[in-house]
């Protein structure tokens, strides 16, 4: 069975640092790209970065651009997502989502975790 | 303001038939990227439901189904049950973003 599950959430003040963690299983996990994707509270959908199986490419949201950065250990089966100078409109749970398909533009995010919540204040 | 537009809410009676609508731009589904849909249940994770506009992924029943034309896309629920009450999202790729994006989501409320 296809599982990801994220962990590192958690309480931290305006300009610090977090890093996120998801942990896949039940598929070949160099061979597919992985995302991030957050929703603030009450709020709908945001993509937030992806990065290809092989690790060598990766893209980033307007909002997180210089900021976040996305990376993977294949060996480990382990997306991670480094968040500096978070702000507090960074405040929401961040889901890490399998990506599937055939072109690239039109992958869709085929599993999901259950997400960490990451709340930004001070 | 998100880059696909969904309706705030829908609503309908068991048994019916409900249309949630995302319109886009030439950026994006009008550029011909595939819409994809997601069904989320409150203080859960999302779950993709349709794929590659009209595609449903395995244990996905055949009452839900997509739709595309032009720069907008639709997703269509048939036999309205109670346990359909969720928030749907439509995602595509926006060129001029250079990223994936979302409706801002539908509230579909069984009366």
């Known amino acids: 069975e296809v599982q990801v599950l994220e962990s590192g959430g958690g309480l931290e003040q305006p300009g610090g640092s977090l890093r996120l963690s998801c942990v896949a299983s039940g598929f070949t996990f160099s061979g597919f790209a992985m995302s991030w994707v957050r929703q603030a509270p009450g709020k709908g959908l945001e993509w937030v970065s992806t990065?290809?199986?092989?690790?060598?490419?990766?893209y980033y949201a307007a909002s997180v651009k210089g900021r976040f950065t996305i990376s993977r250990d294949n060996s480990k089966n382990t997306l991670y997502l480094q968040m500096n100078s978070l702000r507090a409109e960074d405040t929401a749970v961040y889901y890490c989502a399998k990506l599937r398909g055939l072109r690239y533009f039109d992958w869709s995010f085929d599993r999901w975790g259950q997400g960490t919540l990451v709340t930004v204040s001070s | 303001q998100s880059v696909l537009t969904q309706p705030p809410s829908v609503s309908g009676a068991p048994g019916q038939r409900v249309t949630i609508s995302c319109t886009g731009s030439s950026s994006n589904i009008g550029a011909d990227y595939d819409v994809h849909w997601y069904q989320q249940f409150p203080g859960t994770a999302p779950k993709l439901l349709l794929y590659?506009?009209?595609n449903r992924p395995s244990g996905v029943p055949d009452r839900f189904s997509g739709s595309k034309s032009g720069t907008s896309a639709s997703l269509a629920i048939t036999g309205l049950q109670a346990e359909d009450e969720a928030d749907y999202y439509c995602?595509?790729?926006?060129?001029?973003?250079?990223?994936?994006?979302f409706g801002g989501g539908t509230r579909l409320t069984v009366l």
């Open positions: 590659a506009n009209n």
């Open positions: 990065i290809i199986g092989g690790g060598g490419s990766t």
């Open positions: 995602q595509s790729y926006d060129s001029t973003l250079s990223g994936r994006v």
